[in-house]
Nanobody, 123 residues
Framework: QVQLVESGGGLVQAGGSLRLSCAAS????????IGWFRQAPGKEREFVSV????????YNGDSVKGRFTISRDNAKNTMYLQMNSLNPGDTAVYSC????????????????WGQGTQVTVSS
């Protein structure tokens, strides 16, 4: 059974930092490209960042460039999202998702999803 489990969310003040983790099981993690998406209340799910299976290629969404960094440790079956300079606009449920072939910014391209972790940034 494939499972992706996010952790690390919480409440932080504007300008602060959080590091999210996405732990995978039930799949060959090193063969999966992993993305982060977020969804704020009343809004569509938005692409945040993606990392290739090898970890050599990453892409960030325009709204988080220069502030968020994605990384992975295939030996630990875990992927991370370091979020710096957070602002209230970053408040959302953050979910990780996996796909086998190629990176993508498109929600429907992903095969498996975690339940999400809430990030709240206060002003």
């Amino acid at each position: 059974q494939v499972q992706l489990v996010e952790s690390g969310g919480g409440l932080v003040q504007a300008g602060g930092s959080l590091r999210l983790s996405c732990a995978a099981s039930g799949l060959t993690f090193s063969m999966y490209n992993i993305g982060w998406f977020r969804q704020a209340p009343g809004k569509e799910r938005e692409f945040v960042s993606v990392i290739s299976a090898s970890g050599l290629t990453t892409y960030n969404g325009d709204s988080v460039k220069g502030r968020f960094t994605i990384s992975r440790d295939n030996a630990k079956n875990t992927m991370y999202l370091q979020m710096n300079s957070l602002n209230p606009g970053d408040t959302a449920v953050y979910s990780c998702a996996g796909k086998r072939f190629g990176t993508s910014r498109v929600v429907r391209d992903y095969d498996c999803w975690g339940q999400g972790t809430q990030v709240t940034v206060s002003s």
